[in-house]
């Protein structure tokens, strides 16, 4: 279903979706999981499928939970599988913001990204299968859809403590438009 999958997690905020793209371990199921915490529902962890319709994007809710990963006693690395932290099976959603999370940093930080930077920062993040057809056509769609809403490189603080407050703001600083 959709006709863009990007490697990505996303979040319902007052009923449009907010997407969080990045390489593996850049924190978007940390993310996911501390903005479902935080009351929000989700829409994707490790995947999301948008439509680009007449009446603009939409994302497609996914698999439900978040993965989590963590060391064990020995020091080996454990992924565990926490059900749904936003409760409630949430509903297709216009997109409104597209957000590249970068590397962490200290605190917060927000920066919203031209169109033409922000297609070459996230085409990295794009599923598709197929040969050259399949990449062109994905290519294109990614770049329709970052024609029609904002989009955002973050970088969220190191602090685990600081997730939640951070996540929020990043909300705030993103979700607006639209």
Same mark, same amino acid.
Not at 14 to 28: E, H, L, S
Not at 94 to 118: F, I, M
Not at 157 to 176: E, G, I, V
């Given at each position: 279903?959709? @006709?863009? &999958?990007?490697?990505?997690?996303?979040?319902? $905020? @007052? #009923?449009?979706? &907010?997407?969080?793209?990045?390489?593996?371990?850049?924190?978007?199921?940390?993310?996911?999981?501390? =903005? #479902?915490?935080?009351?929000? !529902? %989700?829409? +994707?962890?490790?995947?999301?499928?948008?439509? %680009?319709?007449?009446?603009?994007?939409?994302?497609?809710?996914?698999?439900?939970?978040?993965?989590?990963?963590?060391?064990?006693?020995?020091? !080996?690395?454990?992924?565990? =599988?926490?059900?749904?932290?936003?409760? #409630?099976?949430?509903?297709?959603?216009? $997109?409104?913001?597209? $957000?590249?999370?970068?590397?962490?940093?200290?605190? %917060?930080?927000?920066?919203? %990204?031209?169109?033409?930077?922000?297609?070459?920062?996230?085409?990295?993040? =794009?599923?598709?299968?197929?040969?050259?057809?399949?990449? +062109?056509?994905?290519?294109?769609? /990614?770049?329709?859809? /970052?024609?029609? $809403?904002?989009?955002?490189?973050?970088?969220?603080?190191?602090?685990?403590?600081?997730?939640?407050?951070?996540?929020?703001?990043?909300? @705030?600083?993103?979700?607006?438009? #639209?």
């Amino acid at each position: 279903r959709g @006709d863009l &999958v990007l490697h990505a997690s996303a979040v319902e $905020v @007052d #009923g449009r979706a &907010v997407i969080f793209c990045g390489p593996t371990q850049r924190g978007k199921s940390t993310l996911a999981r501390a =903005l #479902g915490e935080g009351g929000y !529902r %989700l829409l +994707g962890e490790d995947g999301v499928a948008i439509e %680009l319709g007449g009446d603009g994007p939409t994302a497609f809710p996914g698999a439900r939970g978040v993965r989590s990963r963590s060391r064990g006693a020995e020091g !080996r690395s454990r992924t565990d =599988l926490i059900a749904d932290p936003g409760g #409630g099976a949430p509903l297709p959603c216009p $997109v409104v913001a597209v $957000v590249l999370l970068e590397e962490r940093a200290e605190e %917060l930080r927000v920066e919203r %990204l031209e169109p033409a930077r922000a297609l070459a920062l996230l085409t990295p993040n =794009l599923v598709h299968s197929g040969w050259r057809e399949a990449i +062109g056509a994905a290519f294109a769609n /990614l770049a329709a859809l /970052l024609g029609s $809403v904002p989009a955002y490189a973050a970088s969220l603080p190191d602090d685990l403590a600081a997730l939640p407050a951070s996540a929020q703001s990043l909300l @705030d600083a993103t979700a607006s438009e #639209g």
